[in-house]
């Protein structure tokens, strides 16, 4: 079945540093969407990425669709303490169910 | 407007209880979807609900279960509880005009606990 593959599992930055979390497919994505939970918290939706090679920016988060549409990563420049949480990718490539990833951990150390 | 409504947020019960869970979506939402989230495995998809009917559903056995009513809001049940199924429990609902690309606004999430 469709697998979706989220690394790293876990990260840890000094404030300031940037973070990188790649989603990998065996299955070409048709939609991806980024998620993001605070600890304690929801999901909340960030982005939904639909053309190959898509690229989209929000403030310090970059966001790219592979030019295959089997990957994907979210980019977080200059991390602030506000930043930390988990972060999920999602795709709706079959039928009416999401497959996420299994998120990236985001510590920022002040 | 009033986000997505799950209850009760916190319950405690025993191996072999049942319990039902609650979920409001947001106002004019007809999908409903279902999640259990444990630490390390992420999203797991449970089922997911468009106008009462359910359209597809996840890998997990038959004690888990849902419905949804006239007014999108649904419930989900879980039978004969077993202590692997504490878990935070999430519900999502969209708009979903049958494209399937709408984003997913979660509730705050049922914990269950299983002693």
């Known amino acids: 079945g469709q697998q979706v593959m989220q690394i790293p599992q876990y990260q840890h930055v000094q404030e300031g540093e940037d973070f990188t979390t790649y989603c990998n497919s065996s299955t070409t994505l048709s939609n991806i969407q980024w998620y993001k939970q605070r600890p304690g918290g929801h999901p909340v939706f960030l982005i939904q990425?639909?053309?190959?090679?898509e690229v989209k920016k929000q403030k310090r988060l970059t966001f790219q669709f592979g030019e295959a549409k089997k990957n994907s990563s979210l980019h977080i420049t200059a991390t602030q303490t506000t930043d930390v949480g988990t972060y999920f990718c999602a795709d709706t490539n079959t039928g009416n169910q999401f497959y996420f990833g299994t998120g990236t951990s985001l510590t920022v150390i002040p | 407007k009033a986000g997505v409504t799950q209850t009760p947020r916190y319950l405690i019960k025993t191996r072999g209880q049942q319990v039902t869970l609650s979920c409001s979506p947001i106002?004019?939402?007809?999908?409903v979807s279902w999640y259990q989230q444990t630490p390390g495995q992420g999203l797991q998809f449970l089922f997911e609900y468009f106008s009462e009917t359910q359209r597809n559903k996840g890998n997990f056995p038959g004690r888990f279960s849902g419905r949804q009513f006239s007014n999108s809001r649904s419930e989900m049940n879980v039978s004969t509880l077993e202590l692997g199924d504490s878990a935070l429990y999430l519900c999502a609902s969209s708009l979903d005009g049958g494209t399937r690309t709408g984003e997913l606004f979660f509730g705050e999430g049922s914990r269950l606990t299983v002693l």
């Open positions: 106002s004019g939402h007809r999908s």
């Open positions: 990425l639909v053309k190959s090679g």
